[in-house]
């Protein structure tokens, strides 16, 4: 059974710094790409980063050289540092597990961060 929980998010002023957490529970987690993902009000749900089980990583453009994604497979645990935080970073961001392999696509409940003077 797979089971991804968010944890982190908060209400920062622009130019701070907050980290996400995900704990997965469940097997898969060594085969998935772990992802971040972001929808704000009245938006569509966009990719913010992934990581591979070997840690190749990709950003949105938006997000290159002030978030980073990281993971820890022994912990089954997926990171988002996120830097120079800007109002338009608010939004809820969700946890993904994604493989072909297992036809999986899971996500967590999502976690609000909001980024606010």
């Known amino acids: 059974q797979v089971h991804l929980v968010e944890s982190g998010g908060g209400l920062v002023q622009p130019g701070e710094s907050l980290r996400l957490a995900c704990a997965a529970s469940?097997?898969?987690?060594?085969?998935?790409?772990m992802g971040w993902y972001r929808q704000a009000p009245g938006k569509q749900r966009e990719l913010v980063a992934t990581?591979?089980?070997?840690?190749?990583?990709n950003y949105a453009d938006s997000v290159k050289g002030r978030f980073t994604i990281s993971r820890d497979n022994a912990k089954k645990m997926v990171y988002l540092e996120m830097n120079t935080l800007k109002p338009e970073d608010t939004a809820v961001y969700y946890c993904?597990?994604?493989?072909?392999?297992?036809?999986?696509?899971?996500w967590g409940q999502g976690t609000q961060v909001t980024i606010s003077s």
């Open positions: 469940g097997s898969f987690f060594v085969f998935a790409v």
């Open positions: 993904n597990a994604a493989s072909g392999q297992l036809n999986l696509n899971a």
């Open positions: 990581i591979t089980r070997g840690g190749t990583t």
